[in-house]
């Protein structure tokens, strides 16, 4: 007598919110648009994208990285004392906020955004154009199958 097959449906978690989900879009933009405004089809894209990548961490980092999210968009009510909330602010002011903050003499402001840039940058790079926007030739990598003489 066979096994009885068991269906077990695919399960899916989403970790972001609606309002991380406006978010992450806002924060990368202002982290990789040295052209001016990005696609913003390509910014809800890459913002499912951060979604699926920190959904499969574990509880406890998942909690820190919505946590950071919330600060980052109280942050210029905090900070600055402006009455705006950071995915409110211009693309010019998040650009100029964020640098700020990275060198701000409060390590723990600092790891907050340095945290999402990395993971934002690890995942924005990882698809072929990003690779091709910071010069990766791609497949024709000719240089490296070539063996130095000894």
Do not use: C, N, Q
């Not at 723990?108 to 999402?116: D, E, G, H, R, S």
């Amino acid at each position: 007598m066979p096994a009885p097959s068991l269906h077990v449906p695919d399960f899916v978690r989403t970790t972001l919110h609606p309002r991380h989900r406006a978010l992450v879009p806002k924060l990368a933009e202002a982290y990789f648009a040295w052209e001016g405004p990005m696609d913003p089809a390509r910014l809800e894209e890459f913002s499912a994208e951060v979604d699926r990548a920190i959904s499969t961490a574990s509880k406890t980092l998942r909690f820190g990285l919505v946590l950071m999210l919330d600060f980052i968009l109280v942050s210029p009510l905090l900070i600055l004392g402006t009455p705006s909330l950071f995915d409110t602010l211009s693309l010019e002011d998040r650009a100029r906020f964020l640098v700020k903050l990275e060198h701000s003499r409060i390590i723990t402001i600092t790891l907050v955004f340095i945290a999402w840039k990395t993971l934002l940058t690890m995942l924005f790079f990882e698809d072929d154009e990003g690779l091709r926007a910071l010069g990766y030739p791609g497949p024709e990598r000719r240089r490296y199958l070539t063996v130095k003489p000894t």
